[in-house]
């Protein structure tokens, strides 16, 4: 479409073949996340939302081919070959249900003695198997790889996100506890 309004090609979602449209073929669907026209005329369409594919159009609209994809296992495959240093922020927040939980002990168990991974977690350490309750035998495993030659680091004390008091309220707060001190001497 020009900047007046003006159709300029159309593209029939039917010109994309049915392989590139769900992992699931009782619901064929396209999710089209973006697009971009290369200096030679040829339209991308990005299906994305965890299918990655790029679908390739002449200019003309005629289908050309896909690439890409591999979606959720390409991008588990891609964090287990992190070289340095992969962080999974707030660990057990909620518990993994399968096949979350077998893809983090795959995650963990391609890392394991290869990279670094630091885990953070509001759940004390001896809770961590509270994460895996579908599956303890794959908790204990995975928390093996992670205990083995592992620093633990504990935090105590107040957290950084505790909420914070308006300039009046903080005022109103001192003032009372001035008062308590001025009538407890």
Same mark, same amino acid.
């Given at each position: 479409?020009?900047?007046?309004g003006?159709m300029?090609c159309?593209?029939p979602?039917?010109?994309? !073949?049915d392989?590139?449209?769900?992992?699931?073929?009782s619901k064929? &669907?396209l999710?089209?996340?973006? *697009?971009?026209?290369a &200096?030679t005329?040829?339209?991308?369409a990005? %299906?994305g939302?965890?299918r990655?594919?790029?679908?390739r159009? /002449?200019k003309s609209?005629?289908?050309?081919?896909t690439?890409?994809g591999?979606?959720?296992?390409?991008?588990l495959a891609t964090?287990?070959?992190v070289p340095?240093?992969?962080i999974?922020?707030?660990f057990?927040l909620?518990?993994l249900?399968? @096949?979350? %939980?077998e893809?983090?002990h795959d995650?963990?168990?391609?890392?394991?003695e290869?990279a670094?991974?630091?885990l953070t977690s509001?759940?004390?350490? @001896?809770?961590? %198997?509270?994460?895996? !309750?579908a599956?303890?035998?794959l908790? &204990?495993?995975t928390l093996d790889?992670?205990? /083995?030659n +592992?620093?633990?680091? *504990?935090?105590?004390?107040?957290?950084?996100?505790? !909420?914070?008091? &308006? @300039?009046s309220?903080a005022?109103?707060?001192k +003032?009372? +506890?001035?008062?308590s001190k001025?009538?407890?001497a």
């Amino acid at each position: 479409m020009t900047l007046m309004g003006q159709m300029v090609c159309t593209i029939p979602a039917a010109s994309i !073949p049915d392989q590139y449209k769900t992992n699931d073929v009782s619901k064929l &669907s396209l999710y089209l996340t973006g *697009v971009a026209v290369a &200096s030679t005329g040829n339209i991308y369409a990005v %299906d994305g939302y965890g299918r990655d594919f790029i679908h390739r159009f /002449h200019k003309s609209g005629r289908y050309l081919g896909t690439f890409g994809g591999g979606g959720y296992e390409r991008k588990l495959a891609t964090l287990a070959r992190v070289p340095l240093l992969l962080i999974i922020d707030d660990f057990g927040l909620k518990p993994l249900r399968p @096949p979350a %939980d077998e893809d983090l002990h795959d995650l963990i168990a391609e890392r394991y003695e290869q990279a670094a991974t630091i885990l953070t977690s509001n759940l004390d350490f @001896p809770e961590w %198997d509270q994460a895996f !309750p579908a599956n303890r035998l794959l908790a &204990s495993a995975t928390l093996d790889r992670l205990r /083995h030659n +592992a620093y633990c680091l *504990v935090l105590d004390g107040d957290s950084f996100r505790a !909420p914070r008091l &308006s @300039p009046s309220a903080a005022r109103a707060s001192k +003032a009372v +506890a001035n008062n308590s001190k001025n009538t407890q001497a």
